[in-house]
């Protein structure tokens, strides 16, 4: 892009946007550019930076969010991005209090990269809204990052702590890689932290997430419906475990080709679970869970049921959604000596063509209430 294409921008952004664009002054050309030409570098910061972005934020091909203190009620809404552009936090963004359902951060378009510069924090401060009950109840509470129909886009090094309540919502999204992102809620597990759970994936496709590291009061990631998901080299503390399901119920049921791999979840209710929904129909099918490592599971190692309603287990299993070529490949690890290792519950046939070799869990209870349970496969 030619300098004056630059100056153009930094004049129009700071006539009417007091927004700082990062460029060297060049003398101004006597042909103004074209509004694509204009697309530059733009640092929103403070107080006005949430709606600065908001306003301008078709105009800046790179948008850096420097200390932005997001109002109350307000969501950072990086929407509908133009083709292309890198959004980049740096500092430390905060969010004004409201009872409300958020998101506090919500980002789409294509080809965006999403970014943190050394140092930065996407700071919740979810202690406000903390009081045990999650989405349950209690204080109406905002979900935190939307990555909704975000398509061929990159979110890497992003550094977030104490969610409210749920962390990333990932909807409706294409060929989205999230790499070593970080989500610290561990001041939650004093202070009423609930449902935060990490990565929630739905009807979306190619989803790549790589050396995450969580710590938090629910799923390390659930995955309610998609096809061609990754979760690998991740780290997950606290919380309860890398899940499938509630799978049912929805408009998309379908669940295919996720492969969970090279992870240790650590100190969580479960490890490894799939869960579909009493009486519904759809399809679980595809999934390998490979070189996962357990300890210090409270409730099940490996858990797989379909008996959920409501959000809770009946005991009842039925069998409208198949749950069919399982893989678990070196899935080892320890449960504390009341927790149960492994606990099959299936629906008549609906558990089939189950794969599982070097699995090991130990330390805990054998099930006696494991049910249909494909051959060759034991609780
Ligand atoms: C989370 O932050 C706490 C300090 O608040 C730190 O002790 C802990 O190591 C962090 N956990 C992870 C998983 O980064
Ligand atoms: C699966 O997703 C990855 C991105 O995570 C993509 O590169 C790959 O092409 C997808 N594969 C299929 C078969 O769609």
Redesign the pocket.
């Given at each position: 892009m030619p300098s004056f294409s630059s100056a153009m921008s930094f004049m129009a952004l700071s006539l009417s946007l007091s927004a700082v664009v990062q460029a060297a002054p060049a003398p101004v050309p006597t042909t103004p550019p074209s509004l694509q030409e204009r697309a530059s570098s733009c640092t929103f910061s403070g107080s006005s930076g949430a709606s600065s972005a908001i306003a301008s934020k078709k105009s800046c091909s790179t948008i850096v969010l420097s200390d932005v203190a997001v109002p109350s009620g307000t969501t950072l809404d990086l929407t509908d991005l133009k083709e292309g552009t890198e959004v980049i936090f740096e500092g430390t963004t905060t969010f004004g209090y409201k009872e409300w359902k958020g998101p506090l951060i919500s980002i789409s378009g294509t080809d965006i990269t999403v970014t943190g510069a050394s140092g930065h924090t996407i700071n919740g401060d979810g202690s406000r809204w903390w009081d045990g009950k999650g989405s349950n109840g209690g204080k109406t509470k905002p979900k935190f990052f939307s990555a909704h129909k975000m398509i061929s886009s990159t979110i890497k090094g992003l550094n977030l702590v104490n969610s409210p309540v749920q962390v990333f919502s990932i909807d409706n999204a294409q060929d989205l890689t999230l790499s070593d992102v970080?989500i610290?809620n561990?001041?939650g597990d004093d202070e009423g932290a609930h449902n935060t759970d990490a990565f929630d994936v739905g009807e979306s496709s190619g989803i790549y997430i790589s050396g995450a590291?969580v710590?938090n009061q629910d799923d390390c990631m659930a995955i309610n419906s998609g096809t061609n998901i990754t979760f690998t080299g991740g780290y997950c503390?606290g919380g309860h475990g890398l899940s499938i399901g509630s799978v049912g119920g929805r408009d998309d049921n379908t669940v295919a080709d996720v492969k969970i791999e090279s992870s240790k979840i650590v100190n969580s209710q479960n490890g490894v679970r799939i869960k579909t929904v009493y009486g519904a129909t759809g399809s679980v099918s595809g999934i390998t869970y490979k070189d996962i490592t357990l300890s210090g599971i409270t409730d099940y190692g490996i858990v797989i049921e379909q008996d959920y309603e409501n959000g809770s287990p009946t005991g009842k299993p039925t069998n409208g959604i198949t749950i069919s070529d399982v893989t678990m490949d070196n899935v080892q690890g320890t449960v504390e000596s009341d927790a149960t290792e492994i606990y099959l519950l299936c629906g008549e046939g609906s558990c089939k063509d189950w794969t599982w070799t070097e699995v090991s869990v130990t330390g805990g209870k054998t099930s006696e209430k494991c049910e249909n349970v494909p051959d060759d496969i034991s609780c």
């Open positions: 970080t610290n561990s001041d590291t710590h503390y």
